[in-house]
């Protein structure tokens, strides 16, 4: 029975490249925490604030791993560029990042720390440039 119900996960999952699973799981989660605000579960921006900074975040993602491609003459890896704008919506929730990156502090959330994480993350999507299927 165990046996039977992992290999239909198996064959479940393995329709989808692990990157497509990250961005769809990672996009659930921001569209729950996006829910959550818009409910008063969670206090922090607004909807309309919360959906802007995703946005904001996704194209200054995907549009620095497209430049930087033309720059150096690779091919950028799109989906982990997603990932990487997801990756930085999760972080960014915390209103205590926030205010310690607006005003610069040293520490967790400063904004040496935010350049340091976006650009080492932008390293690793270029370290995948084949994924594997």
């Not at 239909?8 to 605000?37: E, P």
């Not at 400063?110 to 370290?127: E, G, P, T, V, Y």
Request: aromatic share 8%; with cysteine; proline share 3%.
């Amino acid at each position: 029975m165990i046996a039977k119900v992992r290999d239909l996960l198996d064959r479940q999952l393995g329709r989808v490249t692990m990157y497509r699973l990250v961005s769809i799981v990672l996009g659930v989660l921001a569209a729950i925490y996006i829910l959550f605000s818009a409910t008063g579960v969670i206090d922090g921006l607004s909807v309309g604030h919360e959906v802007l900074s995703l946005a904001v975040l996704l194209v200054a993602s995907y549009a620095s791993s497209r430049i930087f491609g033309l720059i150096w003459r690779i091919k950028p890896h799109g989906e982990s560029s997603i990932i990487t704008g997801l990756l930085l919506n999760s972080d960014k929730a915390k209103p205590c990042s926030i205010r310690r990156t607006t005003l610069a502090r040293s520490g967790r959330g400063s904004s040496s720390q935010i350049w340091d994480f976006m650009a080492n993350a932008w390293l690793r999507s270029w370290i995948a440039l084949d994924p594997s299927p």
